[in-house]
C-alpha cells in the first residue's frame, strides 16, 4: 500500500539553468516532513527541475529520469538526460527529481578526500568506523538518517508528480534508480504509463553481490583483449601480468613519488592491491577508459604507474555521491539481507571481499533500520517495461534483469553486447524507449539496433590505438 503523501502547500516554482544546458528550465521545490509518520516535525525541500518538450504533445505526461548511486543528483546530470532522452523530449517534458539526501534536496554529504589524498591513503589504515563517526555528526544536526531510504524517497516523486498535475509517468531509471522505478511501480501502478530499467537491480538481489559481476566483467575485457588481433599481440601475457601484479601489491605496496596526474607536482604514491583493482573496476564503466585498461596494466606491470594514476584522476569525483544518504539505503536495505552463502560468494573477488570489510564497520555505526522482507519480493506488474543491459557491464549483469522480470507480464529484455553499464548512453537505446513511450508496449520494439558494434579500440601506447615498432616499447 503506498504511504500517505507530506507535501504541504509551501512550495516553489520558477525558473533556472543547469550545468550543461543554455536553455531556461522549470524548476521548484516542494517541502516535505522528513519523517512522513511525523508531519509535524522537521521539513525539508524537495527539488525539481523539468525539462520542456520540443512539441508537447502530451501535456498530461512526462518522463521522469532517476539516478543512480545511491546518492547521485538526477539534476546535475540534467545534461546527459537529455542527451538520452531527446527523441521522448519531442513531443514530452523530462522531469527530474534530486532525491531527498541529493544535489539540492538536503544532501547528507560530508567531507571528502581530494586526489592527493586518495593517492598517498593505505586504505587498510583507515579507520572507517571513526570516520563514519566524523560523518554522522556533521550530519546529524540537520538530518535523521534512518528517513533518507528508498520508500520514503518514493513518497516524495508521487508528492512532486501530483504538484505539476502530471497524469502519468513514463519511467527511466539507471542503475540504483531502477530498484527506485520498481518500487514506484509496486507503490503507485495508477501513476506510471511504462517504465525503462536501465542495468537492473532486481529487487529481490542485494546490490553488495556484485562481485561475481566485476570479476565477470574484468575477465571478459582480458578475453576481449586476447581474442583482439593488435591488443593480443601487444600484451600477449596480459593475464599473468595483472595476477602478478596483484599478487606482488597484496605482498608489499608500493611506495614511491609520481608526478600529480593534474597539476605535474611531485605527489606520493601509495599504490595498494585494492587501489589497484577499485581503479580498473571503476574504469570497466566507461567505454573510453575501458580501452585504456590493458595498456594500464601492462605499464603498471612494467613499474610506470602514470597511465594508473591518470585513470584515477578522471574518476575523482566522478560518482558525487552524497554518502549519507548512500549509507540509508545501502546499509537499510542491502547489507542486512546477506546471507552466508552471499558473503562467501563476494568475498572471493577483491572488490567484493572490501566492500564487506568496509560496510561491516560503517553500517552499525550508522544504525539504519533494516528494511522489511517483504521489500525484497520481485515486482509483479502488466506495465509496459522495457529492460536493458549491457553485456560488459561491471555492476548489474544481464542476469539480474531476468530476475527482475520474473513477475513481469509485459516486459522484453534487451541486451547491448558491447555495451558497459548505463546502456542509453552508449547505445541506440535513446529511440528504443522513445518508441516504448509513444506506442506503449514493448510488442514492436525491435532491439537490432543494439547490435552496432560501437567498440573502442584498445589503447597500444599511450596516445593512440595504433601499433608502434617493438624497440619503441
Same mark, same amino acid.
Given at each position: 500500500?503506498? &504511504? ?8 516553489? =516554482? ?6 550543461? /544546458?543554455?536553455?531556461?528550465? +522549470? ?14 516535525? +522537521? ?7 523539468? @525539462? ?32 538520452? /532522452? ?33 593517492? %598517498? ?45 502530471? !497524469? ?19 507503490? #503507485? ?27 565477470? %566483467? ?25 595476477? *602478478? ?20 607536482? *611531485?605527489? /606520493?604514491?601509495?599504490?595498494?592491491? =585494492?587501489?589497484?583493482? $577499485? ?23 612494467? !613499474?610506470? #604507474?602514470?597511465? /594508473?594514476?591518470?585513470?584515477? $584522476?578522471?574518476?575523482?569525483? $566522478? ?31 577483491? @572488490? ?9 564497520? @560503517? ?31 561491471? &555492476?548489474?549483469?544481464? %542476469?539480474?534483469?531476468?530476475? %527482475? ?6 516486459? !522484453? ?38 547490435? !552496432? ?17 617493438? =624497440?619503441?616499447?
Amino acid at each position: 500500500m503506498a &504511504a500517505p503523501l507530506t507535501a504541504t502547500a509551501d512550495t516553489t =516554482d520558477g525558473s533556472c539553468y543547469v550545468n550543461g /544546458l543554455s536553455e531556461r528550465l +522549470r524548476c521548484g521545490s516542494i517541502t516535505v516532513a522528513e519523517n512522513p509518520a511525523k508531519p509535524d516535525g +522537521r521539513k525539508i525541500a524537495v527539488h525539481y527541475v523539468v @525539462i520542456p518538450a520540443i512539441k508537447n504533445l502530451a501535456p498530461q505526461e512526462a518522463l521522469l529520469g532517476i539516478a543512480g548511486g545511491p546518492g547521485q543528483s538526477a539534476i546535475e546530470n540534467a545534461a546527459g538526460f537529455t542527451r538520452m /532522452l531527446h527523441k521522448v523530449r519531442q513531443h514530452r517534458d523530462i522531469l527530474l527529481i534530486d532525491q531527498r539526501g541529493t544535489g539540492l534536496s538536503n544532501p547528507l554529504t560530508c567531507e571528502g578526500e581530494d586526489l592527493l589524498s586518495m593517492l %598517498a591513503q593505505d586504505e587498510s589504515a583507515v579507520d572507517m568506523a571513526a570516520e563514519t563517526r566524523q560523518c554522522q555528526q556533521q550530519l546529524q544536526a540537520r538530518a535523521d538518517i534512518t528517513q533518507y531510504g528508498s520508500e520514503q524517497a518514493l513518497t516524495d516523486f508521487e508528492a512532486v508528480r501530483q504538484h505539476l498535475g502530471y !497524469k502519468k509517468l513514463h519511467i527511466y531509471g539507471v542503475s540504483y534508480g531502477t530498484r527506485m522505478a520498481q518500487l514506484y511501480m509496486r507503490h #503507485y501502478p495508477q501513476a506510471i504509463a511504462s517504465v525503462t530499467l536501465d542495468g537492473v537491480v532486481p529487487m529481490q538481489q542485494s546490490v553488495l553481490t556484485i562481485g561475481s559481476a566485476i570479476a565477470r %566483467a574484468q575477465d571478459l575485457l582480458l578475453s576481449d583483449c586476447e581474442q583482439d588481433p593488435m591488443c593480443g599481440a601487444r600484451y600477449p601475457t596480459l593475464r599473468q601480468e595483472l595476477q *602478478t601484479l596483484t599478487a606482488q601489491l597484496q605482498r608489499h605496496p608500493v611506495m614511491e613519488k609520481v608526478q600529480h596526474p593534474v597539476t605535474g607536482a *611531485t605527489a /606520493l604514491l601509495t599504490l595498494t592491491r =585494492d587501489k589497484l583493482q $577499485s581503479t580498473l573496476r571503476m574504469a570497466l564503466y566507461s567505454p573510453a577508459m575501458r580501452a585504456l585498461v590493458p595498456f594500464t596494466i601492462h605499464q603498471a606491470y612494467r !613499474k610506470n #604507474y602514470q597511465p /594508473l594514476l591518470g585513470l584515477l $584522476s578522471l574518476q575523482s569525483g $566522478s560518482l558525487d555521491l552524497a554518502m549519507g544518504m548512500h549509507a540509508a539505503v545501502v546499509c537499510g536495505e542491502d547489507w542486512p539481507r546477506l546471507t552466508p552463502q552471499q558473503r562467501q560468494a563476494s568475498a572471493q573477488s577483491v @572488490i567484493g571481499k572490501a566492500m564487506l570489510q568496509g560496510l561491516d564497520e @560503517i553500517c552499525p555505526v550508522w544504525q539504519i533500520p533494516p528494511a522489511p522482507k517483504a521489500f525484497a519480493e520481485p515486482i509483479a506488474s502488466d506495465i509496459p517495461t522495457l529492460l536493458l543491459s549491457g553485456e560488459k557491464d561491471p &555492476a548489474t549483469p544481464p %542476469a539480474w534483469a531476468e530476475l %527482475a522480470m520474473v513477475k513481469l507480464s509485459h516486459a !522484453k529484455h534487451l541486451v547491448s553486447p558491447y555495451a558497459t553499464h548505463n546502456v542509453a548512453a552508449q547505445s541506440c537505446a535513446g529511440d528504443l524507449i522513445a518508441t516504448l513511450v509513444e506506442s506503449g508496449s514493448v510488442a514492436h520494439i525491435d532491439g537490432k539496433c543494439l547490435q !552496432k558494434d560501437v567498440r573502442r579500440s584498445f589503447y597500444l601506447n599511450a596516445s593512440t590505438v595504433e601499433a608502434i615498432p617493438e =624497440d619503441a616499447r
